[in-house]
């Protein structure tokens, strides 16, 4: 009797160690854990330097709030992390990622999100319908590298993007993306008022102008003036600069362009490989990316626009990127 029990106990031990190691095989291995760092537009999170698949945790939290959407005109906004864009997202291809969400308890509606960079249902949507005061979370594997858009959509999907519930995220390829100097981030999205532009005071969403596609601000990131003057983005001479370009839409296309410089070189669709050099003007669809590179080779100040130019010119889609140093006469002169 005694000799059976062992052997039965013995069994058990087996077979339970073994299964153990069929389902650890089963599961990545990952080097490290840590958190993701968020930036706030224009800024770019730092490189990402190692060379293996580690667990990333990003934590977002729904805001919303009122905020100025041009000088004197204020709008409640809808925001992930209190900001319009929401953070910028940076994770290498093969990375095991949780995305924490929750919903501040003054929020009015619930939210969730969708990110475009997720290979699963609704892009993580279906799984963080998440209520005022309440938190959500899931895991995905970030398959495929490139830039990628995430948004809210919780119905009516247009609203929570139209107020502002939009970003990036991108997944650098193995071998990261080339070195340059500069990298920021800008995003353009629309805004429906019931004001016409400029008009002060506080604006409400206007749902027919929005079904109609008839919006009264253009703008990147997130209000009018957001790039310009004080706040441009700056480089100096022969720097190379990478900016990482959304468009949330929720309805228009972004004809973006850089007045009085080419893009060396273009990402299209925000895909990980060039797919264009020496470009003017690359479309980018609602609810997609593109990667851009160019060496700046003449100081002065090089005009950020939809070149739907309307809405660079009297909607707001206008921005400024300063370069300093020295003249360059042999390739722009303006002193004969």
């Known amino acids: ?4 029990l062992w052997f039965f106990a013995t069994a058990c031990i087996i077979t339970l160690t073994s299964c153990d190691a069929i389902i650890g095989s089963n599961k990545p291995a990952f080097k490290s854990s840590e958190t993701a760092e968020l930036t706030v537009a224009p800024k770019v999170p730092e490189t990402i330097t190692r060379r293996h698949k580690a667990h990333v945790e990003v934590n977002l939290n729904a ?13 409640r906004f809808w925001t992930f992390n209190g900001s319009v864009p929401g953070p910028f997202i940076r ?3 093969g990375d095991e990622v949780t995305l924490n969400l929750s919903n501040h308890p003054e929020s009015f509606v619930s939210h969730n999100i969708d990110l475009h960079a997720v290979t699963g249902p609704g892009g993580g949507a279906m799984v963080t ?27 009516p999907v247009g609203v ?10 991108l997944v650098e390829p193995v071998d990261g993306l080339p070195a340059v100097d500069k ?22 969403f206007d749902y027919q102008a929005a079904l109609d596609e008839e919006p009264a601000y253009v703008v990147f990131n997130g209000r009018v003036g957001s790039l310009l003057n004080e706040n441009a983005l700056q480089a100096r001479v ?17 004809s973006f362009h850089v007045m009085g410089e080419m893009f060396d070189v ?36 090089y005009m950020l626009v939809d070149h739907s130019i309307f809405r660079a010119i009297n909607k707001g889609a206008m921005g400024m990127l300063e370069v300093s140093g020295p003249a360059q006469l042999d390739i722009f002169n303006d002193t004969l």
């Open 63 to 75: 805001v919303e709030k009122v905020g100025q959407l041009a000088d004197g005109v204020d709008y």
């Open 238 to 254: 022969g720097e190379t600069v990478r900016l990482y370009v959304g468009n949330a839409g929720p309805g228009l296309i972004s």
């Open 160 to 169: 929570h993007i139209a107020n502002g519930m939009y970003g990036l995220i």
């Open 266 to 301: 273009v990402y299209g669709e925000g895909g990980p490989f060039p797919t264009h050099e020496h470009i003017q003007t690359t479309l980018i669809p609602a609810g997609g990316a593109a990667i851009i590179e160019m060496k700046v080779e003449v100081p002065g100040t």
């Open 183 to 204: 990298e920021f981030y800008v995003m353009q999205g629309e805004f429906y008022t019931r004001g016409a532009f400029g008009q002060p005071g506080m604006q409400l």
């Open 129 to 155: 319908a998440t209520k005022p005061g309440e938190s959500t979370r899931f895991t995905f594997a970030a398959l495929h590298p490139g830039l990628y858009v995430y948004h809210c959509a919780t119905a």
């Open 1 to 4: 009797m005694r000799i059976s």
């Open 91 to 93: 994770v290498r291809v």
